[in-house]
């Protein structure tokens, strides 16, 4: 079997998690006997070590003007400061050669940099959330997907911030060497091969902001401990001793989102987490996590992952079959 070949760019500011990231993913692929895993190889402008964002040295194993990719080779871009100044370098090197590469991969603003090079026009892309709204407004060719952990369009994938990077190497590795390898790698760095490339940046809890005044962060925290709860605005405001329209408009006020899309994504990650880590059936994960009926629930997981319960549990669950 043929080498897979991955080239992964380096310069001033990168984000080390970034790099270091994926690079331990594809790594990992060498220890399994009889598979042919990844040659890594980092480049820089001009070859010199390079600073990232926290510090850290890095040196690189070649200088990036010589470097060639082609077919086999998966080209990462890592994101680093959020910023429009890029290295002119690495753009100019970017518009030259990246389309050339087998699979051209972005983690976090390493997104904008493959937008700057134009390698993203016509193409569905997300990046991290804070700089989502800046690759909109300065690319406008591109078809910004602010919502995902990762996006793949064609040849090209771009992922969210930071350690969405490791999902997506994941997913990679998934597609070269199948699901068992992808998955014991995954058990090896202690990360989860749980999360679809369409589930948000954020978590419920995550998304919304916390509450300032204490009844309501309360009612946060009572919501996300009993998905199965009667959660309705009535019952809610209730707990927080306020009048339903007032807490409805109060709740939405402090945290962002509404009673309502709090709770469906509360009990739409309750179910998530049962359906990986289980074998408990449908109709008892559908109880568990508040919704009436497995058809309710079933709804829910279309509107918000895009795909059925019983879908998300064949590719993402880790139980023994």
Known sequence: ???????????????????????????????FPGRTGYAIRTVSPGGVPVRTSSGLRLVPDGALEEARPGPGTTLLVPGGRYTADFEP??????????????????????????????????????THWYVCEQMARDYPAVLVEPDPIFVRDGPVAT??????????????VEEDHGRDVALTIARHLVVFLRRPGNQAQFSAQLEAQTARREPLRDVQQWVAEHPDGDLGVEALAARA??????????????????????????????????????????????????????????RAFVKILGQPPTEYRRRFGTARR
């Open 241 to 298: 001793r306020l009048s339903p329209r007032h807490f409805a408009r109060a709740f939405q006020a402090e945290t962002g989102v509404t009673p309502g899309r709090y709770v469906e994504r509360i009990r739409v990650e309750h179910a998530r987490r049962l359906l990986e880590e289980g074998s408990t059936g449908i109709a008892q994960v559908a109880r568990a996590s508040g919704y009436g009926t497995p058809e309710a629930m079933r």
């Open 89 to 126: 370098r690495i753009t100019a090197w970017l518009r030259a050669h990246g389309g050339r590469a087998e699979r051209l991969v972005s983690v976090c603003t390493g997104g904008l940099l493959l937008a700057e090079a134009g390698l993203l026009d016509g193409r569905r892309a997300t």
């Open 159 to 172: 992922s969210a911030g930071v350690t969405a990077g490791i999902d997506l190497a994941l997913a990679l």
């Open 1 to 31: 079997m043929t080498v897979r070949n991955v080239l992964v760019v380096l310069y001033d500011g990168v984000q080390s998690l970034d790099v270091t990231g994926p690079v331990e993913v594809f790594a990992a692929a060498d220890r």
